[in-house]
């Protein structure tokens, strides 16, 4: 796979991009197809072998394209021009992945109406595009940041119709890529990251283009105002002014979603000039604490829906998916009482027990990261909170993914392989494989989870052991 030329890698992932967007048209996700479709119905439905056979044979391609360039980048320049050229197809074509687009244009049409959608789900307009939406999310309040909720409602007020509102997301998506283009090869000279393989790991992944630009998530802008607001941060430590820009960057990230809090502890470490203390970390992290607080208030109170969009985050419960590790313990408990003849729901103390895990990997990695890397450590903290949630769609995998791109110097196999083994997981309408592998998914999610932690153990005694005497 390294023997592949340059320019072959690029035509080659040029070519699976142009195969999932013929996907797009013949089945993506497009507002009149079928709300609960299964693998099955798929295949049995019109071009259902072509549309699945497209959307594999072009993922596949970009995704062995995107993996075979990743340590040998030529040069900035082709990493753009190549992530371009391959985000073009999609870009053009119609939704992929996701329906998402279409939840957004509803919560925008509640907002621009005067309806909370924190209180209320988009069936209480009702939505005029309500059809297009899954029923699942028909009557959940958004689980979305306000400054996310502001936009939609302009948007939609500004556009009126559902297909031009899907074409603003996608340029805002655009927008936020842009945005991270821009900024990310600051953060990767800071961290001492050659430039090219940062940016091809952050901007050619399959997950980008399908979820981010085709589907059109908000994740795009999220990931551009959170890279942007570390930029700034790494680049001025110690200076109290762009540190504060910093910070109000990284609280406009989480008033898209809230996420995007976890990067603020480390990124107080990383406006750090010299060495930890905690008067310098209160003297040059203050500000950046402060900027993102004062922000994402301050957004809060603009949009005028209170904090409720915060207690939106507890809808990634009804999803139950073993793509998310401690789903995925909870449902196997579940198979494994069953063959006892017991029923046991195991779902409620798996997640928990993740959360708890996450909050003291968290201060465990803040704690750490006081000495060493705080950037590294931001995408590591994202990398947790991402595998420990509740629940894992693939294009939750690119926060991680594009922090880690710019911070990691020595091995990105590991983030760079979650990404690509993650850019199966959909099918092109929307169909979550997840939802129909639980065998033998969640037993083989279980055991990663037993092999991973028996590793981290063993390495943890081994950082401990006392080096030999010679």
Same mark, same amino acid.
């Given at each position: 796979?390294? =023997?592949?030329?340059?320019?072959?890698?690029?035509?080659?992932?040029?070519?699976?991009?142009?195969?999932?967007?013929?996907?797009?048209?013949?089945?993506?996700?497009?507002?009149?197809?079928? &709300?609960?479709?299964?693998?099955?119905?798929?295949?049995?439905?019109?071009?259902?072998?072509?549309?699945?056979?497209?959307?594999?044979?072009?993922? %596949?391609?970009?995704?062995?394209?995107?993996?075979?360039?990743?340590?040998?980048?030529?040069?900035?320049?082709?990493?753009?021009?190549?992530?371009?050229?391959?985000?073009?197809?999609?870009?053009?074509?119609?939704?992929?992945?996701?329906? =998402?687009?279409?939840?957004?244009?509803?919560?925008? %049409?509640?907002?621009?109406?005067?309806?909370?959608?924190?209180?209320?789900?988009?069936?209480?307009?009702?939505?005029?595009?309500?059809?297009?939406?899954?029923?699942?999310?028909? =009557?959940?309040?958004?689980?979305?940041?306000?400054?996310?909720?502001?936009?939609?409602?302009?948007?939609?007020?500004?556009?009126? $119709?559902?297909?031009?509102?899907?074409?603003?997301?996608?340029?805002?998506?655009?927008?936020? &890529?842009?945005?991270?283009?821009?900024?990310?090869?600051?953060?990767?000279?800071?961290?001492?990251?050659?430039?090219?393989?940062?940016?091809?790991?952050?901007?050619?992944?399959?997950?980008?283009?399908?979820?981010?630009?085709?589907?059109?998530?908000? =994740?795009?802008?999220?990931?551009?105002?959170?890279?942007?607001?570390?930029?700034?941060?790494? $680049?001025?430590?110690?200076?109290?002014?762009?540190?504060?820009?910093?910070?109000?960057?990284?609280?406009?990230?989480?008033?898209?979603?809230?996420?995007?809090?976890?990067?603020?502890?480390?990124?107080?470490?990383?406006?750090? %000039?010299?060495?930890?203390?905690?008067?310098?970390?209160?003297?040059?992290?203050?500000?950046?604490?402060?900027?993102?607080?004062?922000?994402?208030?301050?957004?809060?109170?603009?949009?005028?829906?209170?904090?409720?969009?915060?207690?939106?985050?507890?809808?990634?419960?009804?999803?139950?998916?073993?793509?998310?590790?401690?789903?995925?313990?909870?449902?196997?408990?579940?198979?494994?009482? %069953?063959l006892f003849g017991a029923h046991v729901d195991a779902l409620p103390v798996t997640r928990a027990i993740g959360v708890l895990v996450l909050a003291v990997l968290l201060v465990w990695l803040w704690w750490r990261a006081r000495t060493r890397d705080p950037l590294w450590h931001a995408g590591l903290a994202l990398a947790a909170t991402v595998a420990l949630a509740p629940l894992f769609h693939p294009w939750y995998w690119t926060w991680p993914l594009v922090v880690l791109a710019a911070t990691?110097?020595?091995?990105?196999?590991?983030?760079? &392989?979650?990404?690509?083994?993650?850019?199966? &997981?959909?099918?092109?309408?929307?169909?979550?494989?997840?939802?129909?592998?639980?065998?033998?998914?969640?037993?083989?999610?279980?055991?990663?989870?037993?092999?991973?932690?028996?590793?981290?153990?063993?390495?943890?005694?081994?950082?401990?052991?006392?080096?030999?005497?010679?």
């Amino acid at each position: 796979m390294s =023997d592949v030329p340059h320019h072959l890698s690029r035509w080659i992932g040029l070519a699976g991009s142009v195969l999932l967007a013929v996907a797009a048209y013949l089945g993506g996700a497009l507002p009149d197809g079928e &709300l609960r479709p299964t693998p099955v119905s798929i295949w049995q439905g019109p071009h259902g072998p072509l549309i699945i056979g497209l959307w594999l044979v072009g993922t %596949a391609l970009m995704a062995w394209a995107w993996w075979s360039v990743r340590d040998r980048v030529p040069s900035a320049r082709w990493a753009l021009v190549t992530a371009g050229l391959w985000l073009l197809p999609l870009l053009l074509a119609p939704p992929l992945g996701s329906r =998402d687009a279409y939840a957004y244009a509803c919560q925008g %049409a509640s907002y621009a109406a005067g309806i909370s959608p924190y209180e209320q789900g988009v069936s209480a307009l009702p939505c005029p595009w309500l059809d297009t939406i899954s029923y699942i999310w028909r =009557d959940t309040p958004a689980p979305y940041g306000p400054l996310f909720i502001m936009i939609s409602g302009a948007i939609v007020k500004a556009t009126g $119709s559902l297909t031009a509102a899907v074409a603003l997301f996608r340029l805002l998506a655009v927008a936020g &890529l842009a945005l991270t283009a821009w900024c990310l090869p600051v953060l990767a000279r800071r961290c001492g990251v050659p430039v090219p393989r940062a940016l091809w790991l952050a901007l050619a992944s399959p997950l980008i283009g399908v979820h981010l630009i085709s589907g059109a998530h908000n =994740d795009a802008l999220m990931v551009g105002l959170l890279v942007a607001g570390l930029a700034v941060v790494a $680049s001025r430590p110690g200076r109290r002014w762009p540190l504060l820009a910093g910070g109000v960057l990284l609280g406009l990230a989480a008033a898209v979603k809230v996420t995007a809090l976890v990067v603020v502890p480390f990124a107080a470490l990383a406006a750090m %000039a010299g060495p930890y203390r905690i008067r310098t970390l209160v003297r040059d992290g203050g500000p950046v604490v402060g900027g993102a607080l004062a922000a994402a208030v301050g957004v809060t109170f603009a949009a005028g829906l209170g904090f409720g969009w915060i207690s939106g985050l507890e809808q990634g419960s009804l999803v139950i998916a073993w793509t998310s590790p401690p789903t995925a313990v909870g449902q196997t408990v579940g198979y494994v009482a %069953a063959l006892f003849g017991a029923h046991v729901d195991a779902l409620p103390v798996t997640r928990a027990i993740g959360v708890l895990v996450l909050a003291v990997l968290l201060v465990w990695l803040w704690w750490r990261a006081r000495t060493r890397d705080p950037l590294w450590h931001a995408g590591l903290a994202l990398a947790a909170t991402v595998a420990l949630a509740p629940l894992f769609h693939p294009w939750y995998w690119t926060w991680p993914l594009v922090v880690l791109a710019a911070t990691a110097r020595r091995d990105t196999r590991w983030f760079a &392989l979650v990404a690509l083994v993650s850019s199966f &997981l959909v099918l092109a309408d929307g169909t979550g494989l997840a939802r129909y592998t639980k065998m033998p998914g969640a037993p083989l999610m279980t055991l990663l989870v037993i092999v991973v932690a028996v590793r981290l153990v063993r390495s943890a005694r081994a950082a401990r052991r006392p080096a030999p005497i010679d």
